[in-house]
Protein backbone atom coordinates (compact mmCIF):
# COMPACT_ATOMS: atom_id res chain seq x y z
CA UNK A 1 0.00 0.00 0.00
CA UNK A 2 1.54 3.81 -1.00
CA UNK A 3 -0.87 5.70 0.86
CA UNK A 4 -1.13 9.17 1.02
CA UNK A 5 -3.03 10.70 4.34
CA UNK A 6 -3.84 14.05 4.17
CA UNK A 7 -4.32 16.36 7.19
CA UNK A 8 -2.15 13.53 8.58
CA UNK A 9 -0.91 16.73 11.68
CA UNK A 10 -4.46 17.29 12.78
CA UNK A 11 -5.76 15.41 16.08
CA UNK A 12 -7.58 12.13 13.49
CA UNK A 13 -5.24 12.63 11.02
CA UNK A 14 -2.42 11.58 13.27
CA UNK A 15 -3.30 9.18 15.19
CA UNK A 16 -4.25 7.30 11.99
CA UNK A 17 -1.05 7.86 11.10
CA UNK A 18 -0.01 6.21 13.73
CA UNK A 19 -2.06 3.15 13.58
CA UNK A 20 -0.41 3.05 9.32
CA UNK A 21 2.23 2.90 10.12
CA UNK A 22 2.28 0.00 12.68
CA UNK A 23 1.36 -2.39 9.61
CA UNK A 24 3.48 -4.20 7.76
CA UNK A 25 0.85 -4.24 4.46
CA UNK A 26 2.08 -0.48 4.24
CA UNK A 27 4.89 -0.04 2.22
CA UNK A 28 4.57 4.65 2.14
CA UNK A 29 3.05 7.17 4.14
CA UNK A 30 3.05 10.25 2.47
CA UNK A 31 1.82 12.85 4.92
CA UNK A 32 -0.04 16.17 2.96
CA UNK A 33 -0.61 19.13 5.36
CA UNK A 34 -0.69 22.57 5.41
CA UNK A 35 0.23 23.27 8.65
CA UNK A 36 -2.62 25.91 9.77
CA UNK A 37 -3.56 26.84 12.89
CA UNK A 38 -4.78 23.18 13.93
CA UNK A 39 -2.38 20.72 12.07
CA UNK A 40 0.62 20.91 14.25
CA UNK A 41 3.88 19.34 13.00
CA UNK A 42 4.75 17.90 16.68
CA UNK A 43 1.71 15.91 16.97
CA UNK A 44 3.89 13.99 13.90
CA UNK A 45 7.34 15.00 14.64
CA UNK A 46 8.49 11.31 15.90
CA UNK A 47 7.14 9.61 13.29
CA UNK A 48 9.70 11.86 10.61
CA UNK A 49 12.12 9.54 11.53
CA UNK A 50 10.77 6.59 9.96
CA UNK A 51 11.94 5.54 6.18
CA UNK A 52 8.10 4.65 5.13
CA UNK A 53 7.21 8.06 6.06
CA UNK A 54 7.55 11.90 4.63
CA UNK A 55 5.92 14.71 5.66
CA UNK A 56 4.64 17.29 2.83
CA UNK A 57 3.47 20.57 3.69
CA UNK A 58 1.11 22.39 1.19
CA UNK A 59 -2.73 22.52 0.16
CA UNK A 60 -5.01 19.46 -0.71
CA UNK A 61 -6.94 22.21 -2.75
CA UNK A 62 -3.39 22.85 -4.76
CA UNK A 63 -3.82 20.62 -7.90
CA UNK A 64 0.04 20.82 -9.20
CA UNK A 65 1.02 19.98 -6.27
CA UNK A 66 -1.52 16.73 -5.56
CA UNK A 67 -0.27 15.78 -9.06
CA UNK A 68 3.15 15.65 -7.92
CA UNK A 69 2.90 13.79 -4.96
CA UNK A 70 0.48 11.72 -6.62
CA UNK A 71 2.89 10.47 -9.52
CA UNK A 72 6.70 10.96 -7.34
CA UNK A 73 5.23 8.50 -4.67
CA UNK A 74 3.39 6.29 -6.84
CA UNK A 75 -0.15 6.84 -4.79
CA UNK A 76 -2.03 3.55 -4.84
CA UNK A 77 -4.39 4.54 -1.56
CA UNK A 78 -6.08 7.77 -0.11
CA UNK A 79 -6.91 8.60 3.36
CA UNK A 80 -8.31 11.80 3.40
CA UNK A 81 -8.79 13.87 6.68
CA UNK A 82 -7.86 17.24 5.76
CA UNK A 83 -10.40 19.60 6.34
CA UNK A 84 -11.93 22.68 8.62
CA UNK A 85 -13.70 21.42 11.65
CA UNK A 86 -15.06 23.62 13.88
CA UNK A 87 -18.61 24.70 13.50
CA UNK A 88 -17.93 27.50 15.63
CA UNK A 89 -15.39 29.20 13.08
CA UNK A 90 -17.62 28.22 9.73
CA UNK A 91 -20.53 30.23 11.85
CA UNK A 92 -18.07 33.54 11.69
CA UNK A 93 -15.88 32.60 8.50
CA UNK A 94 -17.49 30.02 5.76
CA UNK A 95 -15.65 30.26 3.34
CA UNK A 96 -11.99 28.39 3.70
CA UNK A 97 -14.81 25.65 4.71
CA UNK A 98 -15.74 25.39 1.39
CA UNK A 99 -12.76 25.78 -0.02
CA UNK A 100 -10.50 22.52 1.93
CA UNK A 101 -13.39 20.87 2.26
CA UNK A 102 -15.02 20.91 -1.04
CA UNK A 103 -12.28 22.46 -3.31
CA UNK A 104 -9.41 20.19 -1.85
CA UNK A 105 -11.76 16.69 -1.99
CA UNK A 106 -12.35 17.65 -5.43
CA UNK A 107 -8.48 18.17 -6.20
CA UNK A 108 -8.06 15.01 -4.75
CA UNK A 109 -10.80 12.82 -6.37
CA UNK A 110 -9.59 14.63 -9.78
CA UNK A 111 -5.63 13.11 -8.59
CA UNK A 112 -6.97 9.69 -7.61
CA UNK A 113 -9.32 9.48 -10.98
CA UNK A 114 -6.22 10.04 -13.03
CA UNK A 115 -4.54 7.36 -11.57
CA UNK A 116 -6.87 5.47 -11.29
CA UNK A 117 -7.17 5.68 -15.74
CA UNK A 118 -3.46 4.70 -15.31
CA UNK A 119 -4.02 1.92 -13.75
CA UNK A 120 -2.97 2.39 -10.38
CA UNK A 121 -5.58 3.30 -8.07
CA UNK A 122 -6.78 1.03 -5.23
CA UNK A 123 -8.61 3.14 -2.94
CA UNK A 124 -9.69 6.17 -2.07
CA UNK A 125 -11.03 6.73 1.93
CA UNK A 126 -13.15 9.64 2.46
CA UNK A 127 -13.32 10.81 6.25
CA UNK A 128 -16.75 12.26 6.59
CA UNK A 129 -18.77 12.92 9.76
CA UNK A 130 -22.11 12.19 11.27
CA UNK A 131 -23.21 15.99 11.34
CA UNK A 132 -24.22 15.66 7.77
CA UNK A 133 -27.21 13.99 9.00
CA UNK A 134 -28.14 17.23 10.42
CA UNK A 135 -30.01 16.98 13.73
CA UNK A 136 -31.82 14.26 15.83
CA UNK A 137 -33.77 16.54 17.98
CA UNK A 138 -34.55 15.37 21.59
CA UNK A 139 -36.15 12.09 20.44
CA UNK A 140 -35.42 11.25 17.30
CA UNK A 141 -33.93 7.37 16.32
CA UNK A 142 -30.74 7.14 15.37
CA UNK A 143 -28.85 7.81 12.13
CA UNK A 144 -28.27 5.31 9.46
CA UNK A 145 -26.22 5.31 6.58
CA UNK A 146 -29.43 5.63 4.28
CA UNK A 147 -30.75 8.69 6.39
CA UNK A 148 -30.74 11.40 4.15
CA UNK A 149 -28.01 13.97 4.33
CA UNK A 150 -29.27 17.26 5.95
CA UNK A 151 -27.09 19.80 7.35
CA UNK A 152 -27.60 22.89 9.41
CA UNK A 153 -24.36 25.02 9.67
CA UNK A 154 -21.49 26.10 7.04
CA UNK A 155 -18.70 23.06 8.42
CA UNK A 156 -21.69 20.13 7.92
CA UNK A 157 -22.96 21.54 4.70
CA UNK A 158 -19.57 21.95 3.43
CA UNK A 159 -18.68 18.26 4.41
CA UNK A 160 -22.30 16.90 3.24
CA UNK A 161 -20.90 18.59 -0.29
CA UNK A 162 -17.62 16.34 -0.03
CA UNK A 163 -19.46 13.73 0.89
CA UNK A 164 -21.65 13.35 -2.18
CA UNK A 165 -19.12 14.31 -4.21
CA UNK A 166 -16.66 11.55 -3.10
CA UNK A 167 -19.76 9.30 -4.10
CA UNK A 168 -20.66 10.88 -7.23
CA UNK A 169 -17.29 9.72 -8.24
CA UNK A 170 -18.21 5.77 -7.68
CA UNK A 171 -21.12 6.32 -10.42
CA UNK A 172 -19.34 8.76 -12.70
CA UNK A 173 -15.95 7.68 -12.71
CA UNK A 174 -15.74 3.78 -11.70
CA UNK A 175 -13.67 5.33 -8.38
CA UNK A 176 -13.13 2.80 -5.81
CA UNK A 177 -13.99 4.79 -2.88
CA UNK A 178 -15.62 4.37 0.95
CA UNK A 179 -16.75 6.85 2.69
CA UNK A 180 -16.66 6.96 7.21
CA UNK A 181 -19.29 9.25 9.56
CA UNK A 182 -18.04 8.86 12.97
CA UNK A 183 -19.50 10.26 15.78
CA UNK A 184 -17.64 12.86 17.77
CA UNK A 185 -13.80 12.23 18.49
CA UNK A 186 -11.80 12.68 21.84
CA UNK A 187 -8.44 12.07 22.75
CA UNK A 188 -4.78 13.25 22.62
CA UNK A 189 -3.65 15.73 20.59
CA UNK A 190 -7.17 17.78 20.00
CA UNK A 191 -7.01 20.92 19.60
CA UNK A 192 -8.27 23.50 22.50
CA UNK A 193 -11.46 24.57 20.57
CA UNK A 194 -13.18 21.85 20.76
CA UNK A 195 -15.38 21.06 24.13
CA UNK A 196 -13.56 18.15 26.07
CA UNK A 197 -10.17 20.17 25.20
CA UNK A 198 -11.42 23.29 25.67
CA UNK A 199 -12.90 22.47 29.38
CA UNK A 200 -9.71 20.21 30.38
CA UNK A 201 -7.52 22.96 29.56
CA UNK A 202 -9.24 25.93 31.03
CA UNK A 203 -10.22 23.66 33.71
CA UNK A 204 -6.27 23.17 34.52
CA UNK A 205 -6.06 26.86 34.42
CA UNK A 206 -8.66 27.47 36.64
CA UNK A 207 -10.84 29.47 34.25
CA UNK A 208 -14.53 29.22 33.89
CA UNK A 209 -15.52 26.41 31.30
CA UNK A 210 -18.40 27.57 28.99
CA UNK A 211 -21.53 25.50 28.43
CA UNK A 212 -23.80 26.31 25.52
CA UNK A 213 -27.50 26.97 26.27
CA UNK A 214 -28.77 24.49 28.67
CA UNK A 215 -25.49 21.40 28.16
CA UNK A 216 -28.20 18.70 27.17
CA UNK A 217 -27.44 18.47 23.80
CA UNK A 218 -26.57 14.86 23.34
CA UNK A 219 -23.29 13.68 21.10
CA UNK A 220 -21.69 10.50 20.34
CA UNK A 221 -18.39 10.18 22.09
CA UNK A 222 -15.49 8.06 19.91
CA UNK A 223 -12.26 7.64 21.12
CA UNK A 224 -9.73 8.53 18.74
CA UNK A 225 -7.62 5.27 18.40
CA UNK A 226 -11.27 3.61 17.50
CA UNK A 227 -11.57 5.45 14.74
CA UNK A 228 -8.46 5.14 13.04
CA UNK A 229 -8.77 1.67 13.48
CA UNK A 230 -12.73 1.46 12.22
CA UNK A 231 -11.16 3.79 9.36
CA UNK A 232 -8.48 1.31 8.54
CA UNK A 233 -10.80 -1.50 8.24
CA UNK A 234 -13.18 0.52 6.22
CA UNK A 235 -10.04 1.50 3.57
CA UNK A 236 -8.80 -2.27 3.70
CA UNK A 237 -12.46 -4.11 3.73
CA UNK A 238 -15.38 -1.31 2.93
CA UNK A 239 -17.21 -2.52 -0.45
CA UNK A 240 -16.56 0.44 -2.76
CA UNK A 241 -18.91 3.03 -3.45
CA UNK A 242 -20.54 2.37 0.52
CA UNK A 243 -21.15 4.50 3.80
CA UNK A 244 -19.95 3.27 7.12
CA UNK A 245 -20.79 5.06 10.15
CA UNK A 246 -18.72 4.43 12.71
CA UNK A 247 -20.13 4.97 16.15
CA UNK A 248 -18.22 5.45 19.36
CA UNK A 249 -22.23 4.04 21.04
CA UNK A 250 -21.14 6.79 24.15
CA UNK A 251 -24.20 9.37 23.98
CA UNK A 252 -23.88 11.80 26.66
CA UNK A 253 -24.99 15.38 27.41
CA UNK A 254 -22.97 17.82 27.38
CA UNK A 255 -22.82 18.78 30.71
CA UNK A 256 -22.09 15.06 32.08
CA UNK A 257 -19.41 15.48 29.77
CA UNK A 258 -18.00 18.56 31.37
CA UNK A 259 -18.59 17.29 34.89
CA UNK A 260 -16.81 14.05 34.42
CA UNK A 261 -13.52 16.14 33.10
CA UNK A 262 -13.68 18.16 36.21
CA UNK A 263 -14.10 15.22 38.62
CA UNK A 264 -11.53 13.35 36.83
CA UNK A 265 -9.23 16.73 37.31
CA UNK A 266 -10.28 17.07 40.60
CA UNK A 267 -11.77 20.68 39.74
CA UNK A 268 -15.10 22.18 41.38
CA UNK A 269 -18.45 22.64 39.34
CA UNK A 270 -18.61 25.91 40.13
CA UNK A 271 -16.10 26.45 37.33
CA UNK A 272 -19.27 25.74 34.83
CA UNK A 273 -20.46 28.82 32.92
CA UNK A 274 -23.89 28.54 31.02
CA UNK A 275 -23.74 30.94 28.01
CA UNK A 276 -25.60 31.74 24.97
CA UNK A 277 -26.76 28.75 22.59
CA UNK A 278 -24.59 28.01 19.64
CA UNK A 279 -26.62 29.25 16.73
CA UNK A 280 -28.58 26.58 14.97
CA UNK A 281 -27.02 23.75 17.70
CA UNK A 282 -27.71 20.83 16.64
CA UNK A 283 -29.34 18.94 19.66
CA UNK A 284 -28.47 15.60 19.15
CA UNK A 285 -26.50 12.94 17.05
CA UNK A 286 -26.63 9.37 17.24
CA UNK A 287 -25.44 6.40 14.62
CA UNK A 288 -26.44 3.42 13.95
CA UNK A 289 -23.23 1.25 13.04
CA UNK A 290 -24.10 -2.09 12.53
CA UNK A 291 -22.94 -2.09 8.74
CA UNK A 292 -19.49 -1.63 9.95
CA UNK A 293 -20.04 -3.96 12.92
CA UNK A 294 -21.03 -6.72 10.60
CA UNK A 295 -19.09 -6.20 7.53
CA UNK A 296 -15.54 -4.27 8.68
CA UNK A 297 -15.43 -6.68 12.24
CA UNK A 298 -15.36 -3.40 13.29
CA UNK A 299 -15.97 -1.94 17.08
CA UNK A 300 -14.81 1.13 19.35
CA UNK A 301 -12.79 -1.20 22.07
CA UNK A 302 -11.96 1.74 24.39
CA UNK A 303 -14.58 2.61 27.18
CA UNK A 304 -15.54 6.29 28.06
CA UNK A 305 -14.33 6.24 31.16
CA UNK A 306 -11.07 4.94 29.96
CA UNK A 307 -11.24 7.36 27.12
CA UNK A 308 -11.62 10.36 29.31
CA UNK A 309 -8.79 8.92 31.94
CA UNK A 310 -6.28 8.29 29.14
CA UNK A 311 -7.35 12.11 27.27
CA UNK A 312 -7.25 13.98 30.75
CA UNK A 313 -3.99 12.09 31.78
CA UNK A 314 -2.05 13.15 28.22
CA UNK A 315 -3.11 16.36 28.52
CA UNK A 316 -1.83 17.16 32.16
CA UNK A 317 1.21 14.92 30.71
CA UNK A 318 1.70 17.40 27.81
CA UNK A 319 1.38 20.96 28.97
CA UNK A 320 3.97 22.26 26.90
CA UNK A 321 1.58 21.30 23.75
CA UNK A 322 -1.49 23.09 25.12
CA UNK A 323 0.52 25.85 26.30
CA UNK A 324 2.37 26.68 22.70
CA UNK A 325 -1.19 26.72 21.29
CA UNK A 326 -3.73 28.47 24.28
CA UNK A 327 -1.26 31.46 24.50
CA UNK A 328 -2.31 34.95 24.29
CA UNK A 329 -3.51 34.79 20.52
CA UNK A 330 -5.76 32.33 21.42
CA UNK A 331 -7.44 34.44 23.92
CA UNK A 332 -7.45 37.07 21.50
CA UNK A 333 -9.30 35.03 19.54
CA UNK A 334 -11.10 33.70 21.22
CA UNK A 335 -12.34 36.68 22.53
CA UNK A 336 -12.69 38.52 19.18
CA UNK A 337 -15.22 35.93 18.07
CA UNK A 338 -16.52 34.48 20.43
CA UNK A 339 -18.00 37.47 22.27
CA UNK A 340 -18.95 38.64 19.18
CA UNK A 341 -21.26 35.48 18.73
CA UNK A 342 -22.56 35.84 22.28
CA UNK A 343 -20.38 32.39 23.21
CA UNK A 344 -18.79 33.72 25.81
CA UNK A 345 -19.48 37.04 27.07
CA UNK A 346 -23.49 36.44 28.03
CA UNK A 347 -24.82 33.83 30.93
CA UNK A 348 -27.92 32.67 30.84
CA UNK A 349 -27.98 31.28 33.89
P1 LIG B 1 -17.70 20.64 19.55
O1 LIG B 1 -16.55 20.05 20.29
O2 LIG B 1 -17.54 22.00 18.94
O3 LIG B 1 -18.15 19.57 18.47
P2 LIG B 1 -19.46 19.54 17.49
O4 LIG B 1 -20.13 20.85 17.52
O5 LIG B 1 -18.84 19.24 16.18
O6 LIG B 1 -20.31 18.43 18.02
O7 LIG B 1 -18.94 20.72 20.52
C1 LIG B 1 -19.44 19.57 21.16
C2 LIG B 1 -20.68 19.96 21.93
O8 LIG B 1 -20.29 20.82 23.01
C3 LIG B 1 -21.67 20.76 21.11
O9 LIG B 1 -22.97 20.42 21.53
C4 LIG B 1 -21.36 22.21 21.48
C5 LIG B 1 -20.92 22.11 22.91
N1 LIG B 1 -19.90 23.10 23.35
C6 LIG B 1 -20.10 23.81 24.53
O10 LIG B 1 -21.13 23.65 25.24
N2 LIG B 1 -19.14 24.70 24.93
C7 LIG B 1 -18.01 24.93 24.20
O11 LIG B 1 -17.19 25.77 24.58
C8 LIG B 1 -17.82 24.18 22.98
C9 LIG B 1 -16.59 24.38 22.13
C10 LIG B 1 -18.80 23.27 22.60
Known sequence: MRLLVTGGCGFIGSAFLRAALSRSSVERVVNLDVLSYSGRRENQS???????????????????LVARVFQEE?????????????VDRSLFAA??????NVLGTLVLLEAARGAREKGRFERFLHVSTDEVYGDLGDTGDVFRETTPLSPRNPYSASKAG?????????KTHGLPLVVTRSSNNYGPRQFPEKLMPLVVTNALMDRQVPVYGDGKNVRDWLFVE????GIFAAMERGRPGEVYNLGGENERENLTVVRAILAAL??????????????????????DSRRAHGELGWKPAVTFEEGLARTVAWYRANEPWWR???DDSFDAYYERHYGKLGLKEQPTA
Open 74 to 86: KIDHVAHFAAESH
Open 162 to 170: ADLLALSYV
Open 95 to 100: QAFVHT
Open 46 to 64: ELEREARYRLVVGDIADAA
Open 324 to 326: AIR
Open 266 to 287: GKPESLIQFVKDRPGHDRRYAL
Open 226 to 229: DNAQ
